[in-house]
């Protein structure tokens, strides 16, 4: 990773210092190796997996090319059933729709079920500026916001922290936000989870406003739809009157026999379980229990312009599972903070640039290099993304936007594919060279072994070269000219 090639940005300063974090790297060695040892074996008992993946890769790759259609499919749905749909083409459109809805219902706080897409669009820093808290519900996000911290895993946000780790951020901080932790809290798993509940438990009750992703939205249905495991999701998406659900663009699945693929697919790859604990599914304003009001924000934020790219766009087929991250030698030695973003490891290695587009900044063009290319993160997807071949693609999109057109070096490459993209001008360049051969080998000075003259120091760029090497003079004769007087036969 220390390596740096021509138009190739430096990898992060916080990689090196996460290499030198040793209970980091202890703590990421420990969880992944559990995730990965939990995924085998209920991988390895499904027969016909590898007709899955490829059955989730169809469905995603068909729904992508067709993704007008099954959005305008899944708005109609929706607003049959209640809901109110918003477009929001960036990050700033979807956070100024969940605040409004905040604010008219007068609400300081909001509950939120662990979502991606709401952390990638930095809504909690958005409410928060407007005086509206957002608390995170979700275990580990919990712990990643007392912390102040930031989430370094897709699946599990806290990763990077052990429980001792964990007990000293409650006792620090969660009387700041509510409700105290226990002064005789341990580290004992149980007693945190249940320090956790009780903190919770009082802003579960009295919240009016909840807040959602979601990993899939069916849009014959119009159903929502989020998969958890410790049930703050169910409590988030009930009790609340009213909800918001900000979705990516790409979470759509034509039907409910599609999402039945990917319901076998997510939960073995994500926390190595059969199924998950709680899956939660709503469709617009509920008739009994559950929200009267639902908002659906449907989020561009870059997803088209990874659309338009050919060989990115099968990014978009990202279920958020984190297989590739559990098994990446690169994410487990460095931790997803290394990334600079809330999408880490293989996949966020190329999420990240084509939301965002390359040339913009260098965290996100340093990247694509961040991987050894090994293919670990292809055999684990669940959806046969071909991260290795798009992070290739993308070193190539980032070494473009990084080549200056006036230099030295781009212009003695535009004239030498000018020279090689014809015969005849390739053939032109080769008499000339060979003249200029024969007229500068009269000259006395240095012969490398052959004969051939050695010119000295070069001016300008080529001083560069030529400081640290010989170079010979073009040869009089060149090898095509050589190969037609003789038909390639020894003199």
Request: aromatic share 4%; with cysteine.
């Amino acid at each position: 990773m220390s390596a740096t090639f021509v138009g190739m940005p430096a990898f992060p300063v916080a990689a090196r210092a996460a290499l030198a974090d040793s209970q980091l790297r202890s703590n990421l060695a420990h969880a992944t190796a559990t995730i990965r040892t939990k995924r085998a074996a209920v991988v390895g008992e499904v027969d016909d997996w590898e007709q899955l993946r490829l059955a989730g890769a169809a469905i995603k790759d068909n729904t992508l090319l067709h993704l007008d259609e099954h959005l305008v499919r899944l708005e109609e749905s929706l607003t049959a059933r209640g809901a109110t749909v918003h477009w929001a083409r960036d990050a700033e459109e979807a956070c100024a729709v969940v605040a409004e809805v905040a604010r008219a219902h007068h609400v300081d706080e909001v509950v939120k079920v662990k979502s991606m897409a709401t952390v990638e669009i930095g809504l909690n820093e958005a409410l928060a500026a407007q005086g509206i808290a957002a608390w995170e519900t979700d275990l580990a996000e919990l712990i990643v916001q007392l912390g102040d911290d930031l989430p370094s895993h897709i699946l599990v946000p806290a990763i990077h922290r052990n429980r001792a780790e964990i007990r000293e951020i409650f006792l620090r901080h969660m009387g700041e936000a509510g409700r105290a932790a226990p002064e005789d809290l341990t580290d004992d798993p149980a007693r945190l989870a249940e320090a956790a509940r009780l903190h919770l438990r009082e802003k579960f009750l009295r919240a009016k406003v909840g807040v959602s992703g979601a990993n899939f939205a069916v849009a014959d249905s119009g159903t929502l739809v989020v998969v958890e495991s410790e049930g703050n999701g169910r409590m988030c998406l009930t009790l609340p009157d009213v909800l918001v659900s900000v979705v990516g663009i790409e979470k759509v699945v034509p039907t409910w026999s599609d999402l039945d693929v990917f319901l076998q697919l997510l939960p073995r790859s994500s926390t190595g379980e059969r199924m998950n604990p709680y899956t939660s599914t709503w469709a617009g304003v509920a008739d009994g229990d559950g929200p009267r009001e639902v908002h659906v924000v449907l989020l561009d934020n870059g997803r088209t312009r990874a659309l338009a790219d050919e060989v990115g766009r099968q990014a978009l087929r990202c279920i958020r599972c984190s297989a590739c991250l559990n098994v990446c030698p690169v994410y487990e030695r460095t931790g997803g903070h290394a990334y600079g973003s809330v999408y880490p490891g293989p996949i966020g290695a190329i999420l990240n640039p084509l939301l965002k587009g390359v040339g913009v900044d260098a965290q996100t063009d340093s990247l694509p290099y961040a991987s050894s290319l090994c293919g670990a993160c292809f055999e684990a997807c669940p959806v046969r993304i071909d991260i290795p071949s798009v992070l290739v693609d993308l070193r190539a999109q980032v070494v473009d936007a990084h080549r200056p057109s006036r230099k030295p070096e781009a212009l003695a490459m535009r004239a030498t594919a000018l020279a090689f993209g014809s015969g005849a001008r390739l053939g032109a360049a080769e008499r000339a060279a060979g003249l200029a051969g024969r007229l500068l080998g009269l000259l006395p000075g240095r012969r490398a072994p052959g004969g051939r003259r050695l010119l000295g120091r070069l001016p300008g760029p080529g001083a560069a070269w030529t400081d640290a090497r010989d170079l010979p003079t073009p040869p009089a004769e060149s090898f095509r000219a050589w190969w037609r007087r003789t038909g390639g036969r020894d003199e």
